[in-house]
């Protein structure tokens, strides 16, 4: 079955990076392009990146323009979101997406 | 940035009672390819996001017939027919039709009478 799985959220300082990543399976992963979509505590959906099926074309939110970076390996099935910066309002789970697949989220918490 | 506006936030619903969610976005989602990317998800409590809608009204695998999605334009709406107890957690609805950025409605919590 259709199946995302993140990992890498922990508890950071402001200002230190971070590494996520989405393990995929159960689907041609080559044919699809992947999202990042965050949710901060108690708080609604907030889309914050995707990478096309095939890496050439990213896209990012503007609260996250030019800190967050999205890429992929093929090899693995995998992608990555590469957090630098990091702000305390980068607080949030982190989910990664197809849209009718969703992974069950790694926790990022940013915090001194 | 198209701005997708819920309502009600909160809805308390009795077992068996139908229940409905408005969703309005600040600009036409109808795209130059003809379809209406609209979506619908429901969130239940401590889990993720699941989708039950895409493109206005067709229901994902798996998803019970009771959940219905409908409208055009700038308007739609979610419909439950009869609220089971399982139904219970936050909706939302997003558009991919101008992106980026994809945009959230705030969500819309429905709870049991």
């Known amino acids: 079955q259709v199946q995302l799985v993140e990992s890498g959220g922990g508890v950071v300082q402001p200002g230190r990076s971070l590494r996520l990543s989405c393990a995929a399976s159960?689907?041609?992963?080559?044919?699809?392009?992947i999202h990042w979509v965050r949710q901060a505590p108690g708080k609604g959906l907030e889309w914050v990146a995707l990478?096309?099926?095939?890496?050439?074309?990213?896209y990012y939110a503007d609260s996250v323009k030019g800190r967050f970076s999205i890429s992929r390996d093929d090899s693995k099935n995998t992608v990555y979101l590469q957090i630098n910066s990091l702000r305390v309002e980068d607080t949030a789970v982190y989910y990664c997406?197809?849209?009718?697949?969703w992974g069950q989220g790694t926790l990022v918490t940013v915090s001194s | 940035d198209v701005v997708m506006t819920q309502s009600p936030l909160s809805l308390p619903v009795t077992l068996g009672q139908p229940a409905s969610i408005s969703c309005r976005s600040s600009q036409s989602l109808v795209h130059s390819d003809g379809n209406t990317y609209l979506d619908w998800f429901q969130q239940r409590p401590g889990q993720s996001p699941r989708r039950l809608i895409h493109?206005?009204?067709n229901r994902d695998s798996g998803v019970p017939d009771r959940f219905s999605g409908s409208g055009s334009g700038t308007d739609f709406t979610l419909k439950i027919s009869r609220v089971e107890a399982e139904d219970v957690g936050v909706y939302y609805c997003?558009?991919?039709?101008?992106?980026?950025?994809?945009?959230f409605g705030q969500g819309t919590k429905l709870e049991i009478k």
């Open positions: 159960g689907f041609t992963f080559s044919d699809y392009g």
């Open positions: 997406t197809i849209f009718h697949c």
């Open positions: 493109k206005v009204s």
């Open positions: 990478i096309s099926y095939d890496g050439t074309n990213k």
């Open positions: 997003s558009q991919g039709t101008h992106w980026p950025p994809y945009t």
